[in-house]
């Protein structure tokens, strides 16, 4: 599975869980964003057949980075902070309010929620820029207690975009 493909799975997961929490019609599609844009390159488009609000997804991984550029695929509780804060410098110069960040999580969803309520990230991100920020995990098993668990796809609220989208004016 190459980049592209991964993102736009990641991108089907989210947005089936908004279209569910809101009865919204989102689809994931690839972007076409000119070089002139002001925009930071966008990974994901969420196009809806209702006419609502065009979503910008921009994904970005919970793991540590290996030598600068790989990931070794270690998890480290502060990491979920400290992509938001690379993500923030990293498009300083371009406008990223209509951005919505996701963090493709390795965490299991216990885990995730006690470190983003732990370290109050809820309350301490919901000024920036980004339109939404979002840590989203896929399926994995997970042992706990000495016993296998399936965990499916969940996502986790850093900064909410919602709860209403704007519908188009025809």
């Known amino acids: ?19 569910k929490i809101y009865d919204y019609d989102y689809r994931a599609k690839l972007p076409r964003i000119s070089e002139n844009s002001n925009m930071p390159d966008i990974d994901v488009e969420g196009i809806s057949a209702k006419g609502l609000d065009k979503l910008y997804l921009q994904f970005s ?59 109050s990230l809820s309350l301490k991100y919901q000024t920036s820029e980004f339109r939404g920020i979002y840590y989203l995990s896929p399926p994995k098993s997970v042992m706990i207690g000495g016993v296998y668990y399936n965990e499916d796809w969940f996502v986790i609220p850093v900064k909410v975009v919602g709860p209403v989208l704007s519908v188009f004016s025809s």
């Open 1 to 19: 599975m190459d980049q592209k493909e991964f993102e736009l799975m990641y991108a089907e997961a989210f947005l089936e869980w908004i279209n």
């Open 61 to 119: 991984q919970d793991r540590r980075p290996k030598n600068g550029k790989a990931y070794d695929g270690s998890f480290n509780p502060n990491q979920i902070g400290k992509v938001i804060e690379d993500k923030t410098f990293k498009y300083k110069e371009k406008d990223i309010s209509k951005i919505i960040l996701i963090i493709q999580g390795s965490a299991t969803e216990d885990i995730a929620e006690r470190i983003i309520k732990s370290q």
